[in-house]
């Protein structure tokens, strides 16, 4: 890596802790206690449709809307399949927050118990609250970046696919102490996407609203859409494969393979994560390492050359004029893919084409979107990124214990007409 690139690495990758931890006690605050509210039951089967803002350059991060209290007001917030905890920065009042593009949410007084489930989903093994009244949480990310607050309830303002609005109740972070990491985005707070029980897809499941399904679909363009629920695609033209048995923490479908321009490299058994987290997508030292070795050899003899000067990502190349898109390249690079076992036999291939793995920078260069994950700790993970998953409609089904892709026109929304959460 070159010294003083500053990496963009996707402001929610990976959540390791979120029990409070000790060091965390002169950060907490203690809370006027309030009671739940009733949760009314509903037995609708339809599916959200959320559209997606940004895009992972210049900008360097997708965010969502989501509407919540009463009466509902809009926060802007971070996908994120890698963890679970939703959470809004708030005003309770806030000790560390960050600037953000709307006013700090306001919490109600329905606090989550410590006894609740919710609250025991979010810690590891046994846990005790110093307050049973409230849940107090601590959710660190990969870039040591964190946030911390208390669990509570609040309604939200969800469209259905059926044309049905409706308000359920939601268990939320009230983030009221935030240390931003270096890759911190200036958002309201984070869409947790997860398995975990306090996914958002997994509260409105339990709701009986949609079918335990998740699903994205980034426009290399900027924008498009995020989904909830099973009813906005066609199964029989998705590629499927088995999420990890091993590993079920994240969307993995365990190991895979590294292919280029059609060819095995030999990187085999590289865990594999799909998160929405990250813009870019990360490979550990020595597969990262091969591949940069590739792509270079590829190169040889071509006019193209290390543009050293440019530092938008780690390694960028110029050629004898600026570039002005990846078409202008592709005579230079090939296609990537993983690949994965699907069954005793069976393997199923995520494609990755040069829009997956490349980018043009503001300079013209073109600029390798795949990072070395060892130098930013992530020591035992290969991270499938938003690059690599644009012009794709990505698919978890949690029900299926299946991940599955298709290439999609993310410009167009399913279901235009609705403004989801």
């Not at 990976?14 to 739940?36: E, I, M």
């Not at 009463?70 to 399949?81: E, N």
């Not at 794709?392 to 290439?407: A, F, H, L, R, S």
Request: charged share 20%; net charge neutral; proline share 7%.
């Amino acid at each position: 890596m070159k010294a003083g690139v500053i990496v963009v690495l996707g402001f929610l990758l990976l959540v390791f802790n979120v029990s409070p931890s000790s060091s965390s006690d002169d950060r907490r605050q203690k809370w006027w206690k309030w009671t739940s509210s009733s949760q009314a039951g509903n037995s609708i089967c339809s599916s959200v449709v959320l559209p997606l803002y940004g895009n992972v350059y210049p900008q360097g991060f997708y965010y969502a809307q989501i509407n919540i209290g009463h009466p509902p007001r809009p926060y802007f917030v971070d996908p994120d399949s890698g963890s679970d905890l939703t959470w809004l920065q708030c005003d309770a009042p806030c000790v560390h927050c960050t600037q953000a593009p709307h006013p700090y949410y306001r919490p109600n007084n329905d606090l989550v118990p410590c006894k609740d489930p919710l609250c025991a989903s979010l810690h590891h093994g046994d846990h005790r609250c110093d307050d049973p009244d409230q849940c107090d949480y601590e959710v660190e990310y990969a870039d040591g970046g964190s946030s911390l607050g208390v669990l509570i309830n609040d309604v939200s303002l969800v469209n259905l696919t059926t044309g049905v609005r409706i308000t359920p109740r939601l268990t939320i972070g009230c983030g009221y102490d935030q240390i931003p990491g270096p890759s911190y985005q200036p958002l309201d707070g984070v869409l947790g996407l997860g398995k975990g029980k306090t996914g958002i897809v997994s509260q409105l499941h339990s709701q009986g609203l949609i079918r335990n399904v998740v699903g994205h679909c980034f426009s290399s363009r900027g924008g498009g859409f995020l989904f909830f629920g099973d009813d906005v695609y066609d199964p029989s033209r998705v590629v499927s494969t088995p999420m990890s048995r091993d590993y079920r923490k994240h969307y993995s479908p365990g190991y895979g393979e590294v292919i280029y321009g059609g060819r095995p490299t030999g990187l085999k058994d590289l865990l594999v994560i799909f998160d929405s987290g990250s813009s870019y997508t990360y490979l550990s030292s020595q597969a990262y390492e091969r591949l940069l070795y590739l792509v270079t050899k590829e190169l040889s003899g071509k006019p193209v050359r290390e543009a050293v000067e440019d530092r938008t990502l780690p390694f960028c190349w110029k050629g004898r004029r600026p570039f002005r898109s990846i078409r202008d390249v592709r005579k230079y690079f090939k296609p990537l893919a993983l690949r994965f076992s699907s069954g005793w036999r069976s393997k199923t291939q995520f494609e990755i084409p040069l829009e997956g793995y490349l980018l043009i920078s503001s300079k013209g260069n073109v600029c390798l979107g795949v990072l070395n994950g060892t130098e930013v700790g992530l020591q035992d993970f290969n991270i499938i990124g938003d690059i690599s998953m644009q012009d794709k409609m990505v698919i978890y089904d949690n029900e299926k214990q299946t991940i599955g892709w298709t290439p999609a026109d993310c410009d167009q929304s399913p279901r235009p007409d609705t403004m989801s959460i």
